[in-house]
């Protein structure tokens, strides 16, 4: 493994979705983080800050959305995913990357047995043995018991907890370098969260698989990644070690940590992050926090949205007056 | 403060469903009291029965065997509920903001309706009152008159309790509330309920999410397979669970709250 190639670099990303009369609305912009090989990053952000889309990028199914990557460079392996045509992602998407999608009730495929299901992840990639056996280990690796049993079960004879490992071991068959999941445990039980939480931390310890969880949840991933990236409205706002990141260098992110409850005390204060996240395509020029920000200043509301500072893999923000917070 | 008055008692509820082999006993003889202005919560796993004793405690499931009584009054009467006025005074809101509310009507007409129906008063009057509450949860006129899917899951759910509180209800019943909805939306709507608490109304909060209970009951039922096998002061419970399966899910906990709880599993 050469060390100054990463795994996945995203930059300066810039996705945007075609409208009538030739018009882009743009989704995301100032996207920039990057996953080292093995390592477990968690994206967070409230509903619409452009997560998902990030992901969709990864695996090339933005244009189904009628989207596009339309600035920046997505690079896996120092490969520019944008450059490439159907047939290469059909190499990469469901290969070398997985992907388990956010409803894990509606995943599945209804009308195939779990066997079925599997059957078809296999065929996909190349391997020994019989599809039967085959997809008896992958549910072996997803922790599945009375395997025999689940193999001849309909999706819906299953639990959701259940119907989730299934997910992950479709994506797990071609034991890819990259596993994204989008939001895996929304509409779960705590109890199974944890049980699939344990699950992807095993997954990347025996496999080494790099692993992007995105979840709205900050103690959730605070707890099982290595990298946290904060995005708002389409931007990456703050990026770090987890360890580093307990100390935010960027208000929203201050603000996302004090609506926590784990750490409210009981009947105590919760911090609300004031107003609404912009509208697609209704940003405002500066920084695009600023509007629901306890920190804004005057060049806060001018110019373009800031960027990172410092450098890639060092703890990053995005904002003007990053040496304020906590001051005030 | 004086002890509180006894506002609803569940007794020796039991809820069955279907028949003969494949009855299944959705709530097994569960008891539990609520007194006014209090906060108490019901926590366990899908499938525990919490949602069902929920919709038998609203007047919505009539329950196998037991007794529900609203300020000492027997809610059903065979299988009819509230017969003798009250169903006002308890009122519910659901786990999935997506599915609760008609996505044909805005936020102001699908408070207004309600108010209309629980308060018999004009067109005009109805959408003051609605708009009076809809603010009150923080949605302005400008969002109240947007349609569901123009709004946010949390303004969606935000939407809801002010439906709720059109019947100025005593009692709110609350299933899941913040389960499908973010983060900050969740602290949004958990600081609704406090404010909701300081008025004096009580609620009851259904949920599998054990932070979002600390925060905001006193007392807690700890419910698995249709049994409450733990139950106590909110705040005793989480410090000194006795069951093996509330120390589980406090372990489940993301984040510091369930760290303590991990470390004490594995001792």
């Known amino acids: 493994m050469t060390s100054d190639v990463k795994l996945l670099d995203i930059n300066n990303v810039v996705i945007g979705i075609e409208r009538r009369k030739r018009e882009t609305l743009v989704l995301v912009r100032e996207a920039n983080f990057d996953v080292n090989y093995g390592e477990m990053v968690g994206i967070v952000g409230e509903s619409g800050s452009g997560k998902t889309m990030i992901c969709r990028s990864i695996i090339g199914t933005l244009q189904r959305r009628g989207a596009a990557v339309i600035g920046g460079e997505v690079l896996f392996e120092g490969l520019d995913l944008r450059t490439i045509n159907e047939a290469k992602w059909k190499s990469l998407r469901g290969k070398v990357i997985g992907y388990v999608p956010q409803s894990a009730l509606a995943g599945p495929n209804p009308v195939l047995t779990i066997e079925k299901q599997l059957a078809e992840a296999l065929s996909q990639v190349e391997g020994t043995g019989s599809m039967k056996n085959r997809s008896k280990e992958l549910l072996d690796l997803v922790k599945i018991r009375r395997v025999d049993t689940v193999m001849k079960q309909y999706p819906y004879q299953l639990s959701g907890g259940m119907r989730q490992r299934v997910m992950i071991a479709c994506a797990l068959a071609s034991k890819p370098k990259l596993l994204i999941a989008d939001e895996p445990t929304t509409g779960l039980d705590v109890t199974v969260q944890s049980q699939i939480m344990e699950l992807l931390r095993e997954i990347r310890r025996d496999l080494g698989t790099a692993i992007i969880l995105i979840s709205h949840d900050l103690a959730l991933v605070d707890e099982v990644c290595d990298k946290i990236v904060v995005m708002h409205a389409g931007a990456t706002v703050e990026v770090g070690p987890t360890s580093s990141m307990s100390k935010p260098r960027h208000p929203y992110t201050v603000a996302l940590n004090s609506s926590r409850i784990d750490v409210a005390k009981p009947g105590g204060e919760l911090l609300t992050i004031k107003g609404n996240p912009p509208s697609v395509g209704q940003w405002n020029p500066g920084c695009r926090f600023a509007e629901r920000c306890d920190y804004v200043q005057q060049d806060c509301l001018v110019g373009d949205h800031p960027a990172l500072s410092g450098k890639k893999g060092e703890h990053q923000s995005a904002c003007l007056h990053a040496d304020k917070i906590g001051k005030i | ?267």
Not at chain 2, 30 to 48: A, D
Not at chain 2, 100 to 114: D, F, R, T, W, Y
Not at chain 2, 174 to 196: N, V
Request: aromatic share 4%.
């Open chain 2, 1 to 267: 403060m004086s002890k509180r008055d006894v506002l609803m008692e569940v007794e020796n509820v039991s809820v069955t469903f279907g028949s003969g082999a494949t009855a299944v006993e959705a709530v097994k003889n569960c008891s539990l009291t609520l007194h006014e202005g209090e906060p108490i919560g019901i926590v366990g796993e899908s499938g525990s029965g919490k949602s069902t004793l929920a919709r038998v405690m609203a007047g919505l499931q009539p329950p196998s065997a037991g007794q529900i009584r609203f300020r000492g009054d027997n809610v059903f009467k065979g299988n009819k509920s509230f017969q003798s006025g009250n169903r006002n005074q308890v009122q519910m809101v659901f786990q999935d903001p997506y599915g609760s509310l008609n996505p044909q009507l805005n936020g102001l007409s699908a408070v207004a309706e309600a108010v209309r129906i629980h308060s018999k008063v004009g067109k005009d009057e109805a959408e003051q009152k609605a708009l009076e509450l809809l603010e009150r949860m923080g949605i302005g006129k400008l969002d109240a008159l947007k349609k569901p899917r123009q709004l946010s899951g949390g303004q969606r759910q935000r939407v809801s309790v002010a439906r709720a509180l059109s019947a100025s209800p005593t009692v709110l019943l609350a299933d899941e509330p913040t389960s499908a909805i973010d983060q900050s939306a969740q602290a949004q709507l958990l600081k609704l309920f406090l404010g909701l608490l300081n008025d004096g109304l009580s609620i009851v909060l259904v949920s599998h999410d054990l932070g979002v209970i600390r925060y905001l009951t006193k007392r807690v039922y700890v419910m698995k397979d249709g049994v409450f096998v733990e139950s106590g002061d909110t705040e005793t419970v989480f410090n000194d669970p006795q069951e093996d399966y509330t120390k589980m899910l406090l372990a489940s906990i993301p984040g510091e709250l369930g760290k303590a709880a991990r470390a004490k599993l594995k001792r």
